[in-house]
């Protein structure tokens, strides 16, 4: 059973900079797709970025060239760095793991999920 825990949510200005963290445990995290997603209050969560067993990444088009998603040295940790921080960036963000070598960007592909580190840029 795969867990997962984020952290290094918080409040920053706008242009600021935070780093997401994401620690798994269970199993081995660099045979398998991992993701970030977000969501806020009434809407749909949202994929931020992904990241396949190859190392291959995805981004959606809000984030390009300001996140970057990162596996840690043993893998079973995963990063989002994310730069230049908008409003509109605002969420709770959620880690999450698909039981796959690839990635698809659909939530309910996911398997396993955090419990979410929240996000406030003003």
């Known amino acids: 059973h795969v867990q997962l825990v984020e952290s290094g949510g918080g409040s920053v200005p706008a242009g600021g900079s935070l780093r997401l963290s994401c620690v798994a445990s269970?199993?081995?995290?660099?045979?398998?797709?991992m993701g970030w997603f977000r969501q806020i209050p009434d809407k749909e969560r949202e994929g931020v970025a992904g990241?396949?067993?190859?190392?291959?990444?995805s981004y959606a088009d809000s984030v390009k060239g300001r996140f970057t998603i990162s596996r840690g040295n043993a893998d079973n940790t995963l990063y989002l760095q994310m730069n230049s921080l908008k409003p509109d960036d605002s969420a709770m963000y959620y880690c999450a793991v698909r039981l796959s070598s690839v990635c698809y960007n659909r939530a309910e592909t996911f398997e396993s999920w955090g419990q979410g580190t929240q996000v406030t840029v003003s």
């Open positions: 269970g199993d081995t995290m660099a045979r398998y797709c």
């Open positions: 990241i396949e067993s190859d190392g291959s990444t």
